[in-house]
């Protein structure tokens, strides 16, 4: 035998629910809010009933707001919208807004009821999600564009029977490292979005090799030439060793090319690259300056959170999807290290990486 809560039981559940409850009657005014609502607007009741509810719904979605629940009134349909309503505090947040027609115990039309939740939060990462994706396609996009017309050079000279140009060959293999790379980023995001750990495979290596390696891959690839007749020189410092980790060595490279990626991309005007390896006790540090555009001093300590980009750059002159730094960060911790930023916005950055050394890397 089924028990029914008594009616107070009701009123206290609706009252007290973790969603925003509204009635309206026959005429159309609102004639109740719970005290989730009351508490989100910090309004009393009596500033709420009939229309007065309306002057917390943001100015730019007024109109459509009543426009939606005045049709949906009088065709007794239920309706669901999205508006912005002004908190509390002040700010405007969107809410999910879902009304139903209300009858009354002998089964009449007696007005609607509707409640309410915040999607402002969701609202964000869906909008986020958004740029990430067009920004994502954008950056897949140029260097496949670049690989097809060089692949379309290198068959016409096939073609023509002329020997295939070794320049645009090379030009190919970046772009295609371009890509890789891409992928290898976003991949590395999507684990670690799920809580998954990336992988490592750690050996024991020479980390000033690691760096020359990487530096003299971006010599040879053409970077020195990436902004059309600007130059980068790449000014290596690496002291005496031994400079023994035990690293990922696919995972460190990935690491010092961000980070030089990073660095030729923020200094359209060319320049010197300063890579320098020292050891404080047992700890290496690797240092990358540039002598770009620097970062605002209000941004630098977000610069480690994914998908931010500082303030002074858009995608149209600093394409980029706010991963590198991020990635950058969560390789370094799962090999105990870490990183530090200092910059000085139109003189530079410099980014320092932190690594322990082994036991035999340490000083003899």
């Given at each position: 035998m089924e028990t029914q809560l008594p009616l107070?039981?009701?009123?206290?559940?609706?009252?007290?629910?973790?969603?925003?409850?509204?009635?309206?009657?026959?005429?159309?005014?609102?004639?109740?809010?719970?005290?989730?609502?009351?508490?989100?607007?910090?309004?009393?009741?009596?500033?709420?009933?009939?229309?007065?509810?309306v002057s917390g719904v943001h100015p730019d979605d007024m109109k459509h707001c009543l426009e939606i629940y005045?049709?949906?009134?009088?065709?007794?349909?239920?309706?669901?919208?999205?508006?912005?309503?002004?908190?509390?505090?002040?700010?405007?947040?969107?809410?999910?807004?879902?009304?139903?027609?209300?009858?009354?115990?002998?089964?009449?039309?007696?007005?609607?009821?509707?409640?309410?939740?915040?999607?402002?939060?969701?609202?964000?990462?869906?909008?986020?999600?958004?740029?990430?994706?067009?920004?994502?396609?954008?950056?897949?996009?140029?260097?496949?564009?670049?690989?097809?017309?060089y692949l379309e050079a290198v068959r016409r000279q096939l073609a023509q029977g002329e020997p295939v140009a070794t320049g645009a060959l090379t030009r190919l293999g970046a772009q295609l490292e371009r890509v890789s790379s891409l992928v290898q980023n976003l991949e590395d995001t999507v684990r670690l979005d799920a809580d998954m750990p990336l992988v490592l495979r750690k050996e024991e290596l020479d980390l000033a090799v690691l760096v020359e390696t990487v530096v003299a891959h971006h010599r040879g690839t053409g970077t020195p030439r990436a902004r059309g007749r600007q130059r980068y020189a790449f000014e290596l410092s690496l002291g005496p060793g031994p400079w023994r980790v035990l690293v990922d060595r696919q995972r460190m490279a990935q690491v010092v090319n961000n980070l030089l990626t990073n660095a030729i991309k923020y200094s359209p005007q060319g320049g010197t690259l300063r890579i320098t390896l020292t050891r404080v006790g047992d700890t290496f540090e690797l240092t990358i300056s540039d002598p770009g555009i620097g970062i605002p001093a209000e941004d630098i300590a977000l610069l480690c959170q994914r998908y931010f980009r500082a303030s002074n750059v858009s995608a149209e002159n600093f394409p980029g999807l706010g991963l590198g730094l991020s990635l950058v960060k969560d390789i370094l911790e799962a090999h105990q290290g870490g990183l530090r930023i200092q910059s000085e916005q139109g003189r530079g950055t410099a980014v320092t990486v932190f690594l322990p050394g082994t036991p035999a890397g340490g000083q003899t």
């Open positions: 107070e039981q009701y009123r206290l559940l609706v009252e007290h629910a973790p969603t925003m409850v509204w009635r309206s009657g026959l005429d159309g005014l609102c004639n109740y809010f719970n005290a989730t609502w009351l508490s989100f607007t910090g309004r009393l009741l009596e500033q709420e009933l009939g229309n007065g509810w005045g049709a949906h009134f009088e065709r007794r349909r239920p309706f669901e919208m999205e508006y912005r309503l002004r908190r509390h505090d002040g700010l405007y947040r969107y809410i999910f807004d879902r009304g139903v027609p209300l009858t009354d115990d002998a089964g009449r039309f007696a007005g609607f009821i509707g409640s309410c939740v915040d999607v402002h939060e969701r609202r964000g990462a869906e909008r986020t999600k958004a740029t990430f994706l067009s920004l994502a396609a954008h950056e897949l996009r140029t260097p496949l564009t670049s690989m097809q017309m």
